[in-house]
């Protein structure tokens, strides 16, 4: 009973580098979502995706981009890495077509750009 | 405004104590809320649904007050495992379902 699942768990980039964050549900989900969560903030949007081919952003998208693989599947991508993006990033998914459904977390991908 | 505000706490309560805690939304029309616990560095993880009527598991007791626009999470017999950050979430449900506000989240810090 897996749930939500990401990887990696850690990982360390030089600025400049790049890298793509994995996560798969197998709840079969709708939706799925990124978020970061800084030190004494809350969790920020970064972009999900309301269904199989459709992405959006959220709250927090420059830097990042994204891919709705399949149903299961949602990537996170950083293209170029900044320090400002040293993080904890959470995926999640939800059956959220009315709303009314909670969302599931992965277990975190801390994300340190030196 | 934020759309989802709380007291970040601490609040350190002895064990055995009863303790609670309020969140303020600002979207008059949400429909959708839940209390979400978070243990240092790990993933959130759903706590409870909060309905109109408000519910009770075990030792928690959620509310919904909508005139005040707030929800309360009601935590009794604090045990030390209780200990953790409480987040609260806000689903509006107008337009966008995948629009879910977060809480910064109160600190519970439960004393033996």
């Known amino acids: 009973n897996a749930g939500v699942t990401q990887t990696p768990k850690f990982q360390v980039l030089k600025t400049g580098q790049s890298m793509t964050l994995q996560c798969a549900q197998d709840?079969?989900?709708?939706?799925m979502y990124w978020y970061r969560q800084d030190p004494g903030m809350g969790l920020r949007l970064i972009y999900y995706s309301a269904s199989e081919g459709t992405t959006d952003k959220g709250e927090v998208p420059n830097g990042y981009n994204v891919s709705r693989l399949n149903k299961r599947e949602f990537s996170l991508r950083l293209e170029s890495a900044a320090p400002s993006q040293t993080s904890v990033y959470f995926c999640a998914s939800s059956e959220a077509r009315a709303g009314n459904q909670p969302q599931h977390f992965g277990d975190g991908t801390r994300l340190s750009i030196l | 405004r934020k759309e989802v505000e709380q007291d970040p706490g601490p609040f350190n309560v002895p064990e055995g104590a009863t303790v609670a805690f309020n969140c303020t939304y600002s979207n008059s029309a949400s429909q959708s809320f839940f209390w979400y616990r978070q243990d240092c560095r790990k993933e959130p993880k759903l706590l409870m649904s909060v309905y109109s009527s408000g519910n009770e598991d075990g030792r928690f007791t959620a509310q919904l007050n909508r005139a005040s626009q707030y929800i309360s999470l009601l935590i009794r017999d604090s045990k030390l495992s209780d200990s953790a950050t409480y987040l609260c979430v806000v689903n509006p449900k107008t337009g966008n379902f995948n629009k879910f506000y977060f809480g910064s989240g109160t600190k519970l810090n439960v004393k033996p």
């Open positions: 709840m079969n989900h709708n939706s």
